[in-house]
């Protein structure tokens, strides 16, 4: 007896839309790249720590937070990952090329982590703990979105510093 | 807390595409397994969870899609979105909430959909989203802190993959039993450095159910009962950089609690076999430093000092684990099926000889947002 013949339905190539709402703190998180080319993050009163991207409330402490504390374009890799999968990015329906080195990265003055991509894909040349610098698009090509950050670069340490 | 116990229990064969079968048939068939497999009929189950995930299914409310293949007609049915542990400990819940007993099923087919387009969706969509993370690279990044931390090195994490995928040579459900060198996992190509393409679970289809109940339904059933000693869940952050990735707090959290409640002192020396949910070779040792198997930093050395092998003192998933099958949702609930075989002593091929106590370990949420911790025992 021969294998019955088994059909499949291929869905239509078609995305569903969202309109996310960033929030009051985060629309100021991507106004703040926008005018001054720095980034801001939040503290909590109880705890003291600083969060970035700013959030409404302090999971630890339960308490709502209204403080915002401006924070340097710099900061320190904890850790990252060289990736050599393609990735379709949402946001412009265009193939990543690869490889691309994503970052784990503590900005000066924040205590939890922020994370976005390093220019850096030789695994040779970039370690855990090396100094980093946003590097922002040109300000009248922002729009308001992680991507207005273009990566963050390595701090090339000078001899004798 | 009354006694329950876990009396029943089936899972599909894992593969990458179950081409001849939708959810629908595998919920049907495991159901009926499980049923079979603790001499019950549908009369004797008093509830159903079902375990599932919309985008994974492709449709909203994916769990009223499988309810009368899981017996669910004319009962009450719940759903679970997370992995099957959290669905049994909701089952748990229900029966000792007054049920005698609860069927829980779990699913999925990633061959269906596109798991790495539904696991970046998982993310924030407007800080990580946009940057592509996903479950590959955050895992890449835990692992990169981990080993960065300890010093624990890219070999130790490939004797996992060795260790399991052999493992998995004795389980006739695996999805890849493979027979391969620390060398072989080594050169397999770099996925999301430092993990490999054999550091990495595969996607796979398949299903799994399981039967808890009461002591009346556990005296009814044939099989041995399983009973349940502890179990306890917790989780943490999600935003991945409020955590920090090398320690897994809540794994710490949700273990000292099921322990306490199970009345164990000494983890290490009490336990005597563990199913752990090891997505990523590394994963298995950052999981054992969380269950208090181990001190922080140690669990790259258990491999290589033969302590987690299959003749060890402390063997970890002597089926294969994760690494060898790995049907999202449903990976949890076979870790705790495995741990109620290793109890019952019907675990074929990879039962390990007088285990009295089995830990079963799930988690869900990127690089381990949530655990749920399960303590089995024979009396
Ligand atoms: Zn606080």
């Not at chain 1, 922020?114 to 946003?134: L, Q, Y």
């Amino acid at each position: 007896m021969s294998a019955p013949e088994l059909l499949t339905m291929t869905s239509p190539d078609v995305g569903m839309p969202y309109e996310w709402s960033i929030g009051i703190y985060g629309s100021k998180f991507f106004q703040e790249i926008r005018a001054h080319q720095r980034f801001v993050g939040i503290r909590c009163p109880q705890c003291g720590k600083v969060r970035v991207p700013p959030r409404r409330v302090c999971g630890t402490c339960f308490r709502e937070l209204d403080e915002l504390v401006p924070l340097p374009p710099t900061g320190t890799i904890i850790a990252f990952t060289i990736v050599n999968y393609p990735f379709i990015d949402p946001a412009t329906g265009l193939e990543r090329p690869v490889p691309y080195t994503y970052g784990y990265i503590q900005l000066d003055g924040a205590d939890n982590i922020f994370s976005h991509i390093i220019n850096e894909t030789d695994e040779t040349r970039i370690k855990v703990g090396m100094r980093v610098r946003a590097v922002f698009k040109p300000a009248a090509e922002m729009q308001g979105n992680i991507q207005d950050i273009r990566h963050f670069e390595i701090i090339e340490v000078k001899h004798g510093e | 807390m009354e006694k329950i116990a876990i009396v029943g229990a089936a899972q599909t064969k894992y593969e990458s595409r179950k081409a001849d079968q939708t959810f629908y048939d595998m919920v049907f068939d495991v159901t009926t397994a499980a049923l079979e497999d603790a001499g019950l009929t549908l009369a004797d189950i008093d509830n159903i969870i079902t375990v599932s995930n919309d985008f994974l299914d492709g449709r909203t409310i994916s769990s009223m899609a499988v309810g009368e293949a899981a017996g669910a007609h004319d009962k009450n049915i719940s759903t679970v979105e997370g992995d099957g542990t959290f669905g049994a400990f909701y089952g748990a819940m229900r029966v000792l909430g007054g049920f005698r007993s609860t069927l829980v099923v779990a699913h999925s087919k990633g061959s269906e959909g596109n798991p790495q387009f539904i696991s970046n969706a998982m993310f924030d969509p407007i800080y990580h989203r946009p940057l592509g993370l996903d479950t590959t690279s955050a895992a890449a990044l835990q692992a990169n802190a981990y080993l960065t931390r300890y010093g624990i090195t890219e070999e130790q994490c490939a004797q996992v993959a060795v260790k399991n995928h052999g493992n998995a040579r004795h389980n006739p459900l695996a999805h890849q039993p493979l027979e391969i060198s620390v060398e072989e996992v080594l050169r397999s190509p770099k996925v999301a450095d430092p993990l490999k393409l054999l550091d990495c679970s595969p996607v796979s289809d398949g299903a799994a159910a399981l039967i808890i109940g009461n002591e009346e339904i556990a005296r009814k059933a044939k099989t041995k009962p399983a009973w349940v000693k502890g179990v306890a869940h917790c989780a943490e952050e999600y935003f991945l950089g409020d955590r920090d990735l090398a320690n897994p707090k809540a794994l710490r959290d949700a273990a000292k609690r099921a322990y306490q409640m199970a009345g164990i002192r000494d983890p290490r020396r009490e336990i005597d076999v563990a199913e752990v949910y090891d997505a990523f070779s590394y994963m298995e040792p950052l999981w054992l430093e969380g269950l208090g198997l181990c001190d922080p930093g140690q669990g790259g050395q258990l491999t290589e000092s033969g302590l987690t092998a299959m003749n060890g003192a402390l063997p970890v998933n002597p089926s294969g684990g994760v690494l060898s099958a790995h049907a999202l949702l449903v990976a949890g609930l076979a870790r705790l099926i495995e741990a109620s075989l290793q109890i019952r002593g019907e675990a074929g091929a990879h039962q390990i000889p007088g285990v009295k106590t089995a830990l079963a370990h799930g988690t869900h949420g990127p690089c381990g947002q949530s655990h749920c911790i399960w303590i089995l025992g024979e009396s």
